[in-house]
């Protein structure tokens, strides 16, 4: 898929009324959603544009993942950013044969048969959704893949903020 058909899907999203709901269908692959992944949208600047680090498309299981988005936008705060978290999930729901979940204080995504998980696009159409569903300006997408089983000091890192965060916005509520 090209990087015109991510914005193309984008606006036509955009222009919808309706919810933005999960695709159904049985996962042929799932990346993250392990106990050691990590999502979390927080004011942070962190440069911009997209990195994905150390994806591996030949683990059987599911690889631990964290997904970061840090926005330097004036006025971004802990609570502001909670909206930007339930937004990345609309927008990788926008990609056809994706599915995003929220899974403790981190992210799984899941793939239909016949569709090849790629950590770029999901990116991509998270850059995108940001840029134009939020107006945001200034912000960094960060996907950090590590190997199963929690052996990722970075992931273990911001899970924790993620953790310490979410907590924050629960009690805030």
């Given at each position: 898929?090209?990087?015109s058909d991510v914005?193309?899907?984008?606006?036509?999203?955009?222009?919808?009324?309706?919810?933005?709901?999960?695709?159904?269908?049985?996962?042929?692959?799932?990346?993250?959603?392990?106990?050691?992944?990590?999502?979390?949208?927080?004011?942070?600047?962190?440069?911009?544009?997209?990195?994905?680090?150390?994806?591996?498309?030949?683990?059987?299981?599911?690889?631990?993942?964290?997904?970061?988005?840090?926005?330097?936008?004036?006025?971004?705060?802990?609570?502001?950013?909670?909206?930007?978290?339930?937004?990345?999930?609309?927008?990788?729901?926008?990609?056809?044969?994706?599915?995003?979940?929220?899974?403790?204080?981190?992210?799984?995504?899941?793939?239909?048969?016949?569709?090849?998980?790629?950590?770029?696009?999901?990116?991509?159409?998270?850059e995108a959704w940001?840029?134009?569903?939020?107006?945001?300006?200034?912000?960094?997408?960060?996907?950090?893949?590590?190997?199963p089983g929690g052996?990722?000091?970075?992931?273990?890192?911001?899970?924790?903020?993620?953790?310490?965060?979410?907590?924050?916005?629960?009690?805030?509520?």
């Open positions: 898929m090209a990087v914005v193309q899907i984008v606006e036509q999203a955009l222009m919808r009324t309706e919810p933005i709901t999960a695709a159904q269908f049985e996962a042929s692959r799932r990346v993250g959603g392990t106990p050691h992944s990590a999502f979390l949208a927080h004011p942070a600047n962190k440069g911009a544009g997209v990195l994905v680090l150390g994806y591996d498309p030949d683990l059987t299981e599911p690889q631990d993942v964290g997904i970061e988005i840090a926005i330097a936008d004036d006025g971004a705060t802990d609570a502001s950013t909670a909206v930007i978290e339930e937004g990345v999930i609309d927008a990788i729901n926008l990609l056809p044969g994706y599915r995003a979940l929220r899974v403790s204080e981190g992210l799984a995504i899941e793939t239909a048969t016949g569709t090849e998980f790629d950590p770029d696009l999901v990116a991509g159409i998270i940001l840029t134009r569903k939020y107006a945001l300006k200034a912000f960094a997408v960060r996907f950090i893949f590590g190997p052996r990722s000091v970075a992931l273990r890192d911001l899970r924790g903020h993620a953790y310490d965060i979410h907590a924050a916005r629960r009690s805030a509520t």
